[in-house]
């Protein structure tokens, strides 16, 4: 955005100084025109007057001296006609081409050159200008001046390159002060952009911080962090409720295992015993639940920073420890682990991550199938660290694989099976709070495929 403007406005700024610069340079060439012309013209009636007193061959000769000693001093070429063309007195070349024939034309009828052509920088080399011989209304013949502008040119380049200098000066000066107006424009805005990515990524500390700025943006910057700090607040007591509630329940809950447990030996045999284990069974689960939903609090409510780890060692160490429980299952368990991957992770992320996938691949997948782990970089080559955990089970139905990462989610074939629909969602939340992220896919021919990744160190 800040380029964007910056873009906007040093157009605008070369714009305005090319609308000031251009005719200012356009008007001195044209004055210095005129004041060429001025000067010219008044050389040339005063050679026509000499013209118009000639009586004598003397006169003729101190026409002549006179013309020769000014083409000498100015480098002009100077040529007195009369009416039917015949040469009176002359230095230099007599002007020839269709500018010189006109002007000599129009001196012929009793007018004077009135303009000459622009003086730039690049030309004309030369310029003609005629004025008629005689008294009132009587023409006896023109003068013709063809004047060199090498000095009139010369004036004008100079006064040229100091207009572009100027322009150049103002136009750097407006730039940076542009550029001085978008930083103190554009840097609340950016504050406003970090905090507001900050929040969206889970840090609930992030604020704008910048005190810069329109005075509306400083007002935005405050209502921004205060909404924050509210949403912040709400999503604290959110948190802190459902870990206190789980946390106090987890008491009255324990002490009624135990009443239910000194309870047995009282139950006689029969449909009271079966439902007594029932209620024994159904409180194990409640206790599973709490603990997830203690667990998944605190998850939330962790902000730990993040380090580099070894995803290698932990992908390791995890599948040495699940081996032997996926033998006793009947299920084989493999790993294809490439050293030396580190990621920028919380403490044990990775494995505690791998450990809800294997839990998950455990309850659901029969004896018989396979459970295997890859822990790989990212093929395209961006650092990131990958862990696949696919299996050959029977796999879950397209339209309930967006649902598994939810809480409390479970598909409908699977309610009978022991957990509480917490561990998927709890690895997802810790995947996002390293900054990675978590997907379920159909494996094929069959199965499911979880893959973990997480940002490269």
Known sequence: MRRRLLAVLTALIGTAVLLLALPLADSYARGRTEHLLLQRRADAVRFADLANRIRTEADRHELTAELTRYAELYGAAVTVVDTSGGVLGRAGATPAGATAEEA????????STEALPTILPWGPDTVVLAEPVGQ???????VLLTVPTAAA???????????AAGAVTAFVAAALVAAGLARWLLRPVGELDRAVAGLADGRLEARAVSDGGPPELRRLRRHFNGMAQAVADALRRQRDFVADASHQLRNPLATLVLQLENAEPHVPPGPGLAAHALALDEADRLAELLDGLLALARMESASEPLAEHDVSAAVTDRVAAWAPVFRAGGQELTADVTPGLRALTLPDAAGRVLDALLDNAGKFVPGGERIHVVAEAAPDGDGTVVVRVSDTGPGVAADQLPLLLRR???????????????????ADELARACGG???????SPHGLSVVFRLPGA
Do not use: C, K, M
């Not at 409908?412 to 561990?423: A, C, F, I, M």
């Open 408 to 426: 409390f989610s479970r598909a409908p074939e699977h309610q009978n099976v022991p957990g509480t629909g917490l561990g998927l969602a709890i």
């Open 153 to 163: 040119r010369h004036d004008v380049l100079v006064r040229w390159a100091l207009v």
């Open 437 to 443: 992220t978590l997907s379920v896919a159909a494996a």
């Open 104 to 111: 000599r034309s129009r001196a012929l009828t009793g007018r």
């Open 136 to 142: 009132d209304e009587r023409v006896n013949g023109a």
